[in-house]
């Protein structure tokens, strides 16, 4: 299993550019979740997906940050504009959402640090 | 609402030594809990979770943690430190309700093994 994949590894943009994140969840895993870590306030969800519907999206910064989710193997995560309070790591993590749900595990992937200057 | 609080953001033991990384929840529904590794520069990695059942949970690499509810804590203990376990740790919780997929993190514990 290669797990969750995440493109780029590091970024590096300048204020103002487009800034495009993108997510490979694991085969047969139903939910995605976008997270962001930084110092200061450590891990953050930023929005989950289930079976490639947004159901939760309040993590979301502000109108500047999109995603979506258009089939099951593959998200992106936008920042447009991107700003330097941008700058952190972001990480995709991915489940298998069967009859439970709150114990089931996310699996994250490597993530993305990205620099905004 | 749910919350986490680790206690101490930086532990640092000697190689052989026994790990304690302290974490607390806060919960209105029976918690599910988790520990999380973090390597530098990768994401984070389960190393082990409490659903229910046994309240003494074993992981990976050696480490386990109990779960005390009337304690409302989830520590992570490890009996013999090795170098490869410098890393940082994140306690986790999830529960029930409309919101079961969150996971509230932590802020974690950066873990350092001395030679």
């Known amino acids: 299993d290669a797990g969750v994949i995440q493109s780029p590894r590091h970024e590096v943009t300048e204020m103002g550019q487009e800034v495009t994140l993108r997510c490979k969840p694991i085969?047969?895993?139903?939910?995605l979740f976008w997270y962001r870590q930084t110092m200061m306030r450590g891990l953050e969800l930023l929005i989950y997906f289930n079976n490639n519907v947004p159901i939760d999206d309040s993590g979301m910064p502000e109108d500047r940050f999109s995603a979506k989710m258009p089939n099951a193997s593959f998200s992106t995560l936008k920042i447009q504009p991107s700003e330097p309070r941008d700058s952190a790591v972001y990480f995709c993590?991915?489940?298998?959402?069967?009859?439970?749900?709150?114990?089931?595990?996310?699996?994250f992937g490597p993530g993305t640090r990205l620099l905004v200057l | 609402a749910q919350s986490v609080t680790q206690l101490g953001s930086h532990v640092s033991v000697s190689e052989g030594a026994l790990v304690l990384l302290r974490c607390n929840y806060s919960s209105s529904v029976p918690p599910y809990l988790f520990w999380y590794v973090q390597y530098p520069n990768q994401g984070l990695q389960l190393l082990l979770k409490y659903t229910t059942g046994a309240t003494l949970v074993k992981g990976i690499n050696g480490f386990e943690a109990e779960f005390k509810k009337s304690e409302t804590s989830f520590h992570l203990t490890k009996p013999s430190a090795h170098m490869s376990d410098a890393a940082e740790y994140f306690c986790a919780v999830s529960g029930g309700g409309g919101s079961n997929y969150k996971l509230t993190f932590g802020k974690g514990t950066l873990l350092t093994v001395n030679p």
């Open positions: 085969s047969g895993h139903n939910s």
């Open positions: 993590a991915s489940r298998k959402q069967g009859t439970g749900g709150a114990w089931e595990t996310q699996y």
